[in-house]
């Protein structure tokens, strides 16, 4: 088995506050991976590590076969990133936003082309190619912006509750997008606070105080807690969290 | 009542508990003080000034005329007593005086040694300086050119006196300067911060769906903020009488009012910046842009006025810091009273109430 | 002022900018005094800006609305005094103490703590021990808890909680809503907005909105009584195969992701064991049909197809 996440006992201290403690797990190729916690557990500082964007203090942990100390450069070429917040540049047009961010992932012009192209008429924005950003609809927004997470062909994709506040027939359309990914052989990392989407993915961790709790399939984990839905399974983990943000 | 005075509380905690700010806050007039002890050196042109001849001979004449000649000075009407030129001296209307003495000439041809007294505004050392240069530079030309003719040399001796600050120190320029400045910076900028991040942590919602007057919410900010910079005033004039051994020559009340009422105008700057603005650092960047640095420039406390050409003399009378300077500047080194400022304070009175009408007139009572 | 209606809507209108975008649609509803209302819809749909019209914050364009009888427009000072408003972000003091925001906050409003801490108390006590803690280093439950008690500390007649538990983990999001049910046994009329359709069952009558137009109005209970088709939940071993294998079957008429379940809705007649016999034929496995209700998710996606 291919695995494109792997880590072990990888810690982040803040001064004596450990916000991530220990964690230890493994993503495979492909996988859609949903990383749950509630507000505080340490999800946003175990994601940073993984995207090269914070230095662990101790374990081990490899991103698309990366060393997360010593090659962040090269694990920031190799994965894809899209957050509810920091997603796409309000004030270009659609077009420029995939201009720029497939020529900031070193995309030639002619690769740009030809996909921005095929993502256009994949979203049915060709009309709006035009248009600023600031002026689509929020879910339409989310699309895009994954679509351009993607654009570079990743092995591996974070997505930080990318469906935050959406419509529920966008937020399933979202999930497509997803699964259509996940098929291609793009790996999924993603957080949700929905727990109908924690059943949308193949595997879960839920994090609770800094360590990995549970992490296995919906399915398993349901049986596990002798539960009737995520919901309860969470319900059941975070309800003794002493902390959060 | 009670509800002001909570609300004022509530501001102090936000100012108190800020360590940083509050570091800036009272760092900054020290800091400024030092760094403004450095004088800086302008070029002077045509200084009003005025030739008080009690001797009007030949010597004068040709002497008050090359002075007349110099692109340095301008000559006023001509006065004959002390109590006149005085007056003009304190009224600001003339940087220097030239007095001939009786029998200047006769002096001069019978005893070959005769004496100019020269009179300075010193208040701005720098100007007081390089006038008495300029004259002292005039004579001395014109004892050389009537040298040349005589067997015995000539000797005018120039006595030069340097009014209301006669160690020239540059300390009495820039300490009225710098106390504009800060209060400035203070009141303005963290005025109109302090209201705008209200509106970005979105606790101005609250308040404005509350019994509680958007009136009262804009002067309760605004209490602090006239406090701390009074604390600024009082520490100022501090150093300045005991670090730079500058003493207050006039009423210390007097200039506490007056600072006051400059306060109270940079606070009503501050309320209309941050009702037309929605972030802080779109406030911070308007406050230095818009009003800091024409505090800087059209002052006069680092580059004078009487320099500049015609349009901006006139737009410096905009800019309420001049009238402050002026105000300071008159009570702390000229020792002047009430009487010899009431028209500055008048003008910057204005300006206040103006100002203030704008900008409560502005904020409005809903978010859009 | 007396009126039957705690809160009164009659065709609101509201659009932004140059380019007139419409955020709030020509909206009418009420809320009956005591009654815990719903504004469910996606971020967009124009929540916010109904909630500042109705808090005074802004000024309709078009249409009129009441609070307990007093118009947002000419009678704001007095709405402002028996209001309360928890806005969507947190609005809270971070560099004061808990205590000293619910202070601050009781006085803007011309009263004290202890005037009204029977109102609070179930809520206050959970934060308490950290009262000496500045509310900037709270966590999110927390925070929300506080803005509460400070949204009620003046005994407001009706409550306006602008999405209270958007961001908010399952777990706190929970919570929150105990603490709304037990607030209305004290006789307060509450208008909450929420993203998450899940929330919506547990209010006395909701309103679906999307694109600044409401959908629907009604209890949820009747929301779901009104659904036309029989739902069916189904599973297999791979959702997205599934759910692309269905859409391809020509008797079905909806078919998307609901959970571990696809939520199906069929034209005309349904056999069990010919579409089983389909979907294994497109090689799924573990295949699991069987009706369902329908939830408001449902009702929602419904209308927003429509």
Known sequence: MEYVIKTDRLTKRFGDFTATNEITFEVEKGEIFGFLGANGAGKTTAM??????????????????????????????????????????????????????????????????????????????????????????????????????????????????????????????????????????????????????????????????????????PANLKSQFKASSMDQVFYHLARGAKRSD | MEQFINFVKKEFAHVWRDKKTLLILFGMPVIQILIFGFALTNEVKNSE???????????????????????????????????????????????????????????????????????????????????????????????????????????????????????????????????????????VMMTAISIVKEKETGTMEILLVSPFSPLLVILSKAVPYLFLSLINVASILLLSVYVLDLPVNGSVALLFVESTLFIITCLSLGIFISVKTDSQQMAMLISLMGMFLPTVLFSGFMFPIENMPYPLQLISNLVPAKWFYLIVKSIMIKGLGFSAIWKETLILGGITLGLLVVSLKSFKIRLA | MSSAFAIEVNELRKTYGKEQLVAVDDVSFHVNKGELFGLIGPDGAGKTSIFRMLTTLLLPEKGTAKIDGYDVVADYKQIRKTIGYMPGRFSLYPDLTIEENLRFFATVFGTTIAQNYHLIEDIYVQIQPFKNRRAGKLSGGMKQKLALCCALIHKPTVLFLDEPTTGVDPVSRKEF????????????????????????????????????????????QNMI??????????????????????????????????????????????????????????????????PVPPTIEDYFIKLLKN
């Open chain 2, 49 to 187: 000034i005025i030739v008080m001849d009690q001797a009007k001979d030949q010597a004068s004449q040709q002497i008050s005329s090359r002075i007349a000649a110099s692109r340095y000075f301008d000559i006023q009407n001509s006065v004959m007593n002390n109590k006149q030129m005085e007056a003009a001296f304190k009224k600001g209307k003339i940087k220097m005086a030239i007095v001939f003495p009786a029998g200047f000439n006769e002096a001069l041809l019978h005893q070959r040694k005769a004496q100019i007294q020269i009179l300075a505004d010193a208040s701005d050392p720098n100007t007081a300086s390089m006038l008495t240069n300029y004259v002292s530079s005039i004579i001395q030309d014109y004892q050389n050119s009537i040298d040349k003719a005589a067997a015995i040399p000539y000797l005018i001796v120039p006595e030069v006196r340097m009014l209301y600050n006669p160690q020239l120190k540059g300390a009495h320029n820039f300490v009225p300067g710098v106390m504009a400045l800060v209060l400035m910076l203070v009141c």
């Open chain 1, 48 to 217: 940073r590590m993984l995207c090269g964007l914070s230095i662990p203090s101790s374990g081990t942990a490899t991103v698309a076969g990366f060393d997360v100390y010593k090659q962040t450069e090269e694990i920031k070429r190799n994965i894809g990133y899209m957050s509810q917040r920091f997603s796409l540049y309000e004030d270009l047009t659609v077009q420029e936003n995939i201009r720029f961010f497939g020529g900031i992932y070193g995309l030639s012009n002619r690769e740009i082309k030809t996909k921005s192209e095929d993502l256009l008429e994949q979203l049915e924005l060709k009309n709006e190619a035009k248009k600023l950003v600031a002026s689509l609809p929020l879910g339409w927004k989310q699309k895009l912006s994954f679509s351009v997470a993607v654009l570079h062909q990743p092995k591996i994709v974070f997505l930080d509750e990318p469906t935050g506040g959406v419509d529920p027939v966008t937020r399933r359309q979202f999930w497509d997008l997803i699964y259509e990914a996940s098929a291609k052989g793009i790996t999924i990392f993603v957080t949700t606070h929905y727990m109908d989407e924690a059943e949308y993915c193949n595997r879960i961790s839920i994090m609770v105080d800094g360590k990995i709790e549970a992490l296995d399939t």
């Open chain 3, 225 to 290: 009584q009104q659904y036309p088709e029989q739902l069916y939940a189904i599973k297999a071993d791979q959702m997205y195969e599934l759910i692309k294998a269905l859409r391809k079957y020509p008797e079905v008429m909806d078919c998307y992701a609901f959970g571990e379940y696809a939520h199906v809705s069929f034209n005309g007649s349904f056999e069990d064991n010919k579409l089983k016999t389909y979907l294994k034929a497109e090689g799924l496995t573990q295949i699991e049909i069987k």
């Open chain 3, 177 to 220: 809503w105990e603490m709304l049910k037990r607030l209305k046994a004290q006789d307060i009329t509450i208008l909450v907005s929420t993203p998450y359709m899940d929330e919506a069952t547990l209010c006395d009558r909701i309103a679906l909105i999307q694109n600044g137009k409401i959908l629907s109005i009604n209890t949820p």
